[in-house]
C-alpha cells in the first residue's frame, strides 16, 4: 500500500503585514440579567466566557520561526477607564486573557504571552491555544432604571503578532471580533392600593340632567376612583416611572373619548381630578414618577350623552367596562 499525504494551508489575506495573523472568529456574548428593583449605581454582575475553538488563525511569516506572540486589543467604542458606555443606564468593562498574563482589563497594546508558537513558510495556519479566545465581560448599573435595558453590538478585536513584528498592528485584519448581546431587567413588584377590580358607582342620574360631554347638572359630584400605586423593589427619581392607560370595550362616539356603555346613547367620561377629558387607548398613556414607593394617581368618572344619540337614550340600568393596565416604559 502507498500512502500519500498532503498539508494544506490557508492562503495569507491580501494586505496582511509579515509577522500579523488574521482570523474569521467571532465572540458573541449573551446574557440576561435580573437584578431587584432599578439597582442602584455601581451594581456590577460578570460574564466568563471561553472559545478556544477560535484559536487558529492564517499568519503572514515570512521565514520559519517558534516564537512568543503579541496580542492587542482595540475597544470599538471610547471608554472611561477601561469601562465602555452602553447605553444611559448600563457600562461593561471587558477582559481578555493572555496566556501567563491571566485575563487583562481592555484595552492594551501588544501585550506579549509567554508561550512561543509554531509558524512556516509552508503551512500559515496556526493555532493559538488560549490567548484572546476567553475573558470576562464586567455589566455595571451606572444610572436607575425601571424595566430593561438592552445593548446589541460590537465590544472589541482583537489582534495577533508575533514578537518579531515591527510597528502597531494592522486594524483591518483582527485575530478575534468580540460582541455583545445583553439585556439587564429589574424586578419591580407594583399593586393598587384598592386591589385589582373595582367598582364605580356614578349613581342615578335623571335623564334630564344628562349632559353632552360634561357631568350633570344640579350639584352631581364626578366618582373617583383611587388608581394609586405601591411598588417594591424600585426607587425614587428614576427617569421613566409608570404609565397607565385605559382601554373598554367599544367606542361609542369616534370623535370621542367616551366609555361605552350598555345603553345606546350613554357614555361614560373619564377624567383627571383637574376635569381634564382622558383618551382611550396606549397612545393616551400618562406617565407618572415613583415617589415614596409609588405613585398618587387619581381618576373621575362620571355619565354623559353620547354626541349625537341624545335621542336614543332610555331609562333603566346601564354598565360599563373599561380595564386600566399599568406597564413600565
Not at 61 to 67: G, H, L, M, T, V
Not at 110 to 132: I, M, R
Request: aromatic share 8%.
Amino acid at each position: 500500500m502507498i500512502c500519500s499525504m498532503t498539508s494544506w494551508a490557508a492562503p495569507v489575506p491580501t494586505g496582511l503585514p509579515e509577522w500579523q495573523c488574521s482570523g474569521s472568529g467571532s465572540i458573541l456574548l449573551q446574557t440576561t440579567e435580573q437584578i431587584d428593583g432599578s439597582g442602584q449605581p455601581g451594581d456590577i454582575t460578570s460574564l466568563r466566557f471561553s472559545e478556544r475553538r477560535l484559536g487558529s488563525a492564517t499568519c503572514h511569516c515570512p521565514s520559519d520561526i517558534r516564537e512568543l506572540s503579541l496580542f492587542t486589543v482595540e475597544l470599538a467604542m471610547p471608554d472611561s477607564d477601561g469601562w465602555i458606555k452602553l447605553n444611559d443606564h448600563l457600562s461593561a468593562r471587558l477582559s481578555v486573557f493572555v496566556f501567563g498574563h491571566g485575563n487583562l482589563t481592555t484595552p492594551f497594546f501588544q501585550v506579549q504571552n509567554t508561550g512561543p508558537t509554531n509558524c512556516s513558510t509552508t503551512n500559515n495556519t496556526v493555532t493559538n491555544v488560549a490567548s484572546g479566545t476567553q475573558g470576562q465581560l464586567e455589566l455595571r448599573v451606572d444610572r436607575s432604571f425601571l424595566g430593561e435595558s438592552h445593548f446589541s453590538g460590537e465590544l472589541a478585536n482583537v489582534y495577533w503578532q508575533f514578537a518579531n513584528a515591527t510597528g502597531n498592528p494592522d486594524l483591518d485584519h483582527p485575530f478575534i471580533r468580540i460582541g455583545a448581546d445583553v439585556t439587564v431587567r429589574t424586578t419591580l413588584s407594583c399593586s393598587f392600593r384598592a386591589g385589582d377590580s373595582f367598582t364605580v358607582d356614578l349613581g342615578s342620574t335623571p335623564i334630564n340632567q344628562l349632559n353632552v360631554g360634561a357631568p350633570p347638572g344640579i350639584g352631581y359630584i364626578p366618582r373617583q376612583l383611587d388608581l394609586s400605586v405601591d411598588c417594591t423593589g424600585g426607587t425614587d427619581g428614576d427617569t421613566s416611572g409608570l404609565e397607565f392607560f385605559a382601554t373598554a370595550t367599544g367606542a361609542p362616539d369616534a370623535n370621542g373619548p367616551y366609555i361605552a356603555t350598555s345603553k345606546p346613547g350613554i357614555g361614560v367620561a373619564m377624567t383627571d381630578t383637574s376635569g381634564n377629558l382622558l383618551g382611550l387607548g396606549m397612545e393616551n398613556g400618562v406617565i407618572r414618577p415613583l415617589q415614596n414607593g409609588g405613585t398618587q394617581t387619581r381618576l373621575q368618572f362620571y355619565p354623559t350623552l353620547v354626541p349625537g344619540q341624545e335621542s336614543q337614550v332610555t331609562p333603566g340600568p346601564y354598565n360599563a367596562t373599561v380595564t386600566i393596565t399599568v406597564t413600565i416604559p
